[in-house]
């Protein structure tokens, strides 16, 4: 397992992120600028970056368009820009999750746990089978089970499931989750997105009002997550 | 002190002097006389005495001695304008302005400017130019005086048409006569000094005779003596007991003759020789709707204006009985009035003027000889309301006549004489009623004869055997006449009355509405639609703006209506914008059918308040007559007082405004400053706890201690969040990002957010949620939703916190039910902001959490309401599904 590289100028964030995450086991690089952090990067085996946006050399949005060329590492965006077309900007330009400053270090360690998961799945192998709680989906048969029991989704709601359980832990965008499912140029419909994300919650949660499995995420979009046990 | 005071004194003098020019004429009974000469000597001399001397118009005639004595005074070059092919000079009142000089000269003062100068009269001119503080010194020739027109006229014989009204010369300070004896004037006439050598053949014959010269010399010698006694009586009486005495009050009467003219001339000469007040009487009734009959007595009432009359409307269908009237109301001691028409009909139709000499009333009737032949009797019957109406009556009444002829002498045995007879009278009393006197006369007239031809001995003859038919018909006759006369009256009197209702009622629509608006804009754009209905043409209202600069604020032009940022489209021609200039400065009504500037499209109307110009109106008028000039300024009055209302309430508005803002400015950080210092003061004071040195504490009391920085610093987040949010709803700047949003999405995140910061163990949620997705911004509705849980979770007491949300036609019906101690009486004020409740004074907050849910969900052009029902404190909240719909209108992007 890699270091956790921190792209921030802020001294005061920094010293607690090395402590708390430090706490917990995690490794850490830090870096000052989006130049340092680029140069770390690529030195260095690195599972997944903190950025925040607001950098010395520049908008951390730079980095995120820099990194993606060469690495496929996980983003999470730790920003006091709190403006949804910021965060929807920097989710599709690659970044992964995005919180909003001030933030708890467990809500912190939660994403940042969500996103190494995935990324160590994907590394062994290619999953014919995806487990997330008591949900059970087999891509290759196309069905789902819950605790066991076969649960009837259409081709539209599982295609769904399959997107947010191949990219669990990752922020996904209306959009992306749009023009994946329904295909380009669907971009804007979210009315569907909106309908068919309220039937399969009625199928897959346990109370609909109160998501487990998938959540939203105000203002950019949905999740899934590993439902705490 | 003292010096202070003759210093305040002196200023005060120098500005009242700087108010008006001194306005210096000299008068002369013929041209040659030598004023221009005179003029221009006081004005060397002035000049040799240091003063500022400029020549503003000089008519020099080729005179060689004139145009040397004018040399070495500046002359202001005059305005050179375009007539009818030729170019005309005219007093350039803007340059001698912007000269600014001590003294004007300005010769010939009665002169008529060229069409297309700012004034149609010279003496405008130099009146304008005494009242920027210009001093004048202008000549005149004694036959340019209106109220001697008509003398001069019958002493030469030549009708003067350039004329100064005698208001003018009360405003001259300072008359000085210029008298040269007419041998003399004759002699430096044939010595070419006048006019040049070809014109004073023609001259001579025509208006230099001595015999003229002789009559007008006298007549400039009885004004000027006249006008200084005047000067000395007026002393003597101010002196004696410090004012003029007032005894007697001449009235004329004004038709729409010719004659009146006359007769207010000679009015004004009786009013100013008895030093007494003038009344001019124009009585309303027939000529109503008569346009020419109309405009001419129009005319005669600005005749009588300019003379300075007092001008008395009456209504009245008996013109007798309103001059009687008159008379005693205003104690007339002296009458003017035409003479009798002393012609065949002038028996049968009594004239005005004899039915109220008749009448005996208790003063002196002057009546004014006519200088005109009378009409002639054919002019006389020519109909004045248009040919067709007048035949279509005459023929109906014939027609009729020949129809109760057949009937009658076919059943000439079974009717019998008698009613035979009355049938015919009923026909001429119908005519009377129905078409009036002349056609009722003109019926009677032909039907007595009919009757005679056919139904009296000796049959088909117009004679008659028994004499006493002969009576019968003269008593026919004045039935017919009388009948008529009376019908007319009546008639003339509804139409008089109803005319004046009309307007009455138009003034009372405009007025009553006019209260209403609270902007300029709209209250211009009713003016101008009422203008249009009334007159049906081109109207428009500009208002100054700030800069003071006039701007239309609405217009109908070709019957479309413009509204205030349409009108830059419709732009004013260069002649009516310096029109809408000169009313704006002047405050009086300019254009069409007015004397100044009066060859444009329109006539500009000024609306004033309180002497302020605060709006102009502008009417395209077919014709501006006394009734029309009435209704159009109790209408300006109306739309005038109107606008300055609205000013004073928009300066209301913005002071409130301005003040509220600043309470409220206040008010914010008084509550911003408590709020963050509470949890600031539990972080600093729980940190330095853990931090010093002096104190030890159990592993336990440490944890409770960050537990306690830790929500401090989540509330001061949240805090931070509402102002955030509260000032962009405040600004207008809240955006909202508009997409389909799923209900149960949106309450599910919220209620996890709030559940988080504050967990309560004694409450539970219930959610009913059956809504399809609506349209509104996710995180702010979110928002709203987390304060109203955050409220619910901080205020509810033990028990059930019920949420339902349900499709209700177009919109989402939703209620969040909690058990409060909340008094009913407070529910009105909870959404004002910075509103605590009772109950919530132990619990933070900063008051501005229903003020932010109000204002997300009103941007969202939804509602909420607070009701407390069997111990419940239950918020509804109205969203329409889709805020884009045709039906609610959005102005969202």
Redesign the interface.
């Known amino acids: 397992m890699g270091s956790i590289l921190v792209v921030e100028d802020d001294s005061g964030i920094q010293k607690m992120l090395s402590i708390s995450l430090g706490a917990v086991g995690y490794e850490l690089i830090k870096a000052g600028s989006i130049k340092a952090g680029l140069v770390a990067l690529s030195q260095n085996p690195i599972s997944l970056v903190l950025l925040d946006l607001g950098l010395p050399d520049g908008d951390g949005k730079t980095f995120i368009k820099e990194a993606k060329m060469f690495s496929e590492v996980p983003i999470i965006v730790v920003s006091a820009r709190?403006i949804?077309?910021e965060k929807i900007e920097a989710l599709e330009m690659g970044a992964d999750d995005y919180l909003t400053k001030?933030f708890?270090i467990g809500e912190l360690i939660a994403r940042i746990k969500a996103l190494s998961r995935r990324v160590r799945e994907k590394d062994e192998s290619i999953h014919n089978e995806i487990s997330i709680g008591k949900l059970t989906i087999n891509l290759v048969n196309k069905t789902l089970m819950l605790d066991s029991k076969p649960v009837k989704l259409t081709k539209k709601e599982f295609e769904l499931l399959a997107l947010f359980a191949k990219n669990r832990g990752k922020v996904l965008t209306?959009t992306f989750v749009l023009e994946n499912v329904w295909g380009r140029g669907y971009g804007k419909e979210?009315?569907y997105?909106?309908?068919f994300?309220?039937q399969l919650r009625k199928k897959i949660e346990e109370n609909?009002?109160?998501?487990q499995y998938i959540?939203?995420e105000?203002?950019m979009g949905y999740r899934m997550n590993e439902p705490l046990s | 002190m003292e010096k202070l005071k003759s210093k305040a004194e002196r200023l005060l003098e120098e500005v009242q002097q700087a108010e008006e020019g001194n306005f210096i004429l000299y008068l002369g009974a013929a041209a040659g006389v030598g004023k221009t000469f005179a003029m221009l000597s006081k004005g060397r001399q002035l000049q040799q005495s240091g003063i500022d001397v400029v020549v503003g118009y000089l008519e020099a005639h080729g005179r060689e001695e004139t145009e040397s004595l004018a040399e070495g005074l500046e002359i202001i070059p005059t305005k050179k304008i375009r007539y009818g092919g030729a170019e005309f000079g005219e007093v350039d009142i803007d340059s001698i302005l912007k000269r600014d000089p001590e003294v004007v000269l300005i010769d010939e003062l009665a002169h008529n400017n060229t069409q297309g100068s700012s004034y149609e009269k010279r003496y405008q001119d130099v009146l304008e130019i005494l009242s920027h503080g210009i001093d004048v010194i202008s000549t005149m020739n004694i036959q340019h005086i209106e109220s001697l027109n008509d003398i001069v006229y019958s002493l030469t014989n030549v009708r003067v048409v350039e004329t100064v009204p005698d208001s003018v010369l009360e405003r001259v300070d300072s008359f000085r006569l210029i008298d040269t004896p007419p041998d003399e004037l004759i002699e430096r006439l044939k010595s070419g000094k006048i006019y040049p050598q070809e014109r004073v053949e023609s001259a001579l014959n025509n208006f230099f005779t001595e015999q003229n010269l002789s009559k007008l010399r006298e007549l400039s010698l009885r004004k000027a003596a006249l006008k200084v006694s005047d000067e000395l009586n007026e002393y003597s009486v101010a002196k004696r007991d410090g004012r003029r005495s007032q005894t007697n009050t001449v009235m004329v009467c004004i038709d729409h003759h010719e004659e009146s003219m006359d007769a207010v001339r000679y009015a004004k000469r009786l009013s100013d020789s008895l030093k007494a007040d003038l009344i001019a009487l124009q009585i309303t009734s027939d000529t109503l709707g008569n346009p020419q009959k109309s405009a001419q007595i129009r005319k005669h009432i600005r005749l009588a204006e300019r003379l300075g009359a007092t001008i008395v409307s009456k209504i009245s269908g008996d013109k007798t009985d309103a001059v009687i009237e008159s008379i005693e109301e205003y104690g007339i001691t002296e009458l003017v009035m035409t003479r009798p028409k002393s012609r065949f009909f002038g028996l049968l139709f009594p004239n005005l003027t004899k039915s109220v000499m008749d009448r005996r009333p208790q003063c002196i009737i002057n009546v004014v000889p006519f200088e005109k032949p009378s009409p002639t009797f054919l002019e006389q019957l020519k109909p004045i309301d248009g040919i067709s109406d007048n035949l279509r009556y005459y023929l109906s009444s014939l027609a009729m006549l020949v129809a109760i002829t057949g009937i009658s002498f076919v059943g000439k045995e079974l009717l019998g004489i008698v009613n035979i007879t009355l049938l015919y009278l009923l026909l001429t009393l119908f005519s009377a009623i129905r078409y009036g006197v002349a056609y009722s006369f003109f019926t009677a007239l032909i039907g007595v004869l009919l009757f005679d031809f056919l139904f009296i001995e000796p049959y088909y003859t117009f004679s008659v055997n028994d004499l006493r038919y002969a009576l019968s018909f003269i008593i026919f006759l004045i039935v017919g006449y009388t009948s008529g006369k009376l019908s007319d009256g009546i008639k003339a009197k509804n139409k008089a009355i109803k005319s004046e209702e009309t307007r009455f009622r138009r003034l009372y629509e405009l007025s009553s509405r006019l209260g209403d608006f609270e902007k300029e804009e709209d209250a211009s754009r009713f003016a101008v639609e009422k203008l249009y209905a009334i007159f049906n043409s081109k109207t428009m209202v500009l208002i100054p703006d700030e800069s003071d600069k006039l701007k239309i604020a609405s217009a109908i032009v070709n019957s479309e209506m413009f509204s205030s940022n349409e009108c830059e489209v419709y732009r004013l021609p260069p002649n009516d914008q310096a029109c809408v200039q000169w009313v704006y400065r002047n405050g009086e009504s300019a254009g069409k059918f007015t004397n100044t500037l009066p060859n444009v499209e329109m006539t500009y109307f000024p609306s004033k308040a309180f002497d302020k110009t605060v709006a102009i109106v502008a009417v395209e008028l077919p014709i501006l007559d006394a009734p029309t000039y009435e209704l159009l300024s109790a209408f300006m009055n109306t739309f005038a007082v109107s606008l300055w209302r609205i000013g004073l309430f928009r300066q209301n508005q913005h002071i409130k405004l301005v003040e509220a803002s600043e309470k409220l400015t206040s008010v914010l950080f008084n509550s911003v400053y408590h709020e963050l210092k509470t949890p600031l003061a539990a972080i600093l004071g729980s940190v330095s706890t853990i931090n010093s040195p002096d104190v030890t504490i159990s592993e336990t009391s440490e944890k409770e201690l960050l537990v306690n920085i830790?929500e401090s610093?989540f509330e001061m987040?949240r805090i931070l969040?509402n102002l955030l949010d509260f000032a962009r709803l405040e600004n207008g700047l809240m955006h909202l990002?508009k997409?389909?949003?799923?209900v149960?999405?949106i309450?599910?995140?919220a209620?996890?957010k709030a559940l988080k910061q504050h967990p309560r163990d004694d409450v539970s949620f219930s959610?009913d949620?059956d809504s399809p997705?609506i349209k509104g911004d996710?995180?702010l509705l979110?928002q709203a939703m987390l304060n109203l849980f955050d409220n619910a979770l901080k205020y509810s007491k033990s028990g059930e916190i019920k949420v339902h949300a349900a499709k209700r036609g177009t919109h989402l019906l939703m209620s969040i039910s909690n058990p409060s101690d909340i008094e009913g009486s407070e529910l009105s004020n909870i959404f004002d902001k910075f509103y605590r409740a009772e109950i919530s004074a132990k619990i933070k907050g900063s008051g501005l959490g229903l003020s932010i849910i109000k204002g997300i969900i009103q941007a969202h052009k939804g509602s909420i309401n607070a009701t407390k029902r069997y111990g419940e404190f239950i918020l509804t909240i109205s969203l329409p599904i889709d805020a884009n719909d045709s039906k609610m209108n959005s102005n969202e992007e």
């Open positions: 709190d949804e077309s001030p708890s209306h979210t009315h997105l909106r309908v994300m309220a609909p009002s109160i998501p959540v939203t105000s203002g | 830790e610093a987040e969040k990002k997409d389909w949003c799923d149960e999405d309450v599910g995140s209620y996890q959610f949620v997705p996710f995180s979110e």
